[in-house]
């Protein structure tokens, strides 16, 4: 008995890609159509650029990798109307251009090997990812504000505690041992400071651009794996 493997979607239908990107256009025509008549001509011309850019670049993306040509499919029309929409009526008309370029490498041609569907998904959640772990990184990134603030207020709190105890010795042997005091403090106060506030300014920074900044930007580190412990048989 022979065993059929296929990949998903594994339930069959009818309904061709072109099929079902054209019951998407019409589910967004009335909702164009509104667009228009509370914004004007420059709501149309948005869709009509940002569908005629999304049509080229799928064409002459095919055309150019000489994969076969699949405009007729519809998905392009789909991905122009998507970015128009979301554009303000008073934004420039190269946006949706750019938006709809973007969009077609992004959404569309990220692996041609996939169902349109499936390319979609994964381009929304790599846009998610993407998104998600630059806030991140812009928060984590304060946490060295934060430290600089840190490092200046324990300057101040060894600044104040230097000078309560030069205030406190009074004129006690002319003050020589408030000075004294005042100065060890200073001293080793401050040089403990500059040396914490030096560490980390080093190891935090060092730390968000390799652990955080170049994965969250999908950064691929090139070069042989570290194997200090590794047996060289010689031939």
Excluded at 82 to 102: D, F, H, R, T, Y
């Amino acid at each position: 008995m022979g065993l059929h493997v296929s990949n998903a979607p594994y339930v069959f239908s009818r309904d061709t890609t072109r099929v079902l990107m054209l019951d998407v256009v019409i589910a967004m025509l009335p909702t164009a159509l509104v667009g228009v008549w509370f914004f004007g001509l420059r709501a149309l011309l948005h869709l009509v650029i940002g569908v005629a850019s999304a049509v080229a670049a799928e064409y002459a993306y095919q055309r150019l990798t000489g994969k076969p040509v699949r405009i007729g499919d519809c998905s392009a029309i789909v991905t122009g109307m998507l970015v128009a929409l979301n554009m303000p009526a008073p934004a420039p008309l190269w946006l949706p251009l750019i938006g709809s370029v973007a969009a077609i490498g992004i959404y569309l041609l990220n692996n041609l090997h996939r169902n349109v569907f499936a390319n979609i998904g994964a381009g929304l959640w790599d846009t998610y990812n993407m998104a998600t772990g630059l806030m991140g990184d812009v928060l984590s990134y304060i946490r060295l504000y934060a430290l600089g603030l840190a490092g200046g207020m324990l300057g101040g709190v060894f600044n104040q505690l230097a000078f309560m105890v030069r205030d406190g010795a009074g004129d006690t042997l002319y003050g020589v041992p408030g000075w004294l005091g005042c100065g060890l403090i200073l001293v080793f106060g401050h040089t403990l400071n500059i040396a914490m506030s030096c560490l980390s300014a080093f190891v935090h920074p060092l730390r968000l651009t390799f652990v955080e900044y170049f994965k969250n930007s999908g950064y691929d580190g090139k070069g042989e794996a570290y194997e200090p412990f590794s047996i060289v048989k010689n031939k």
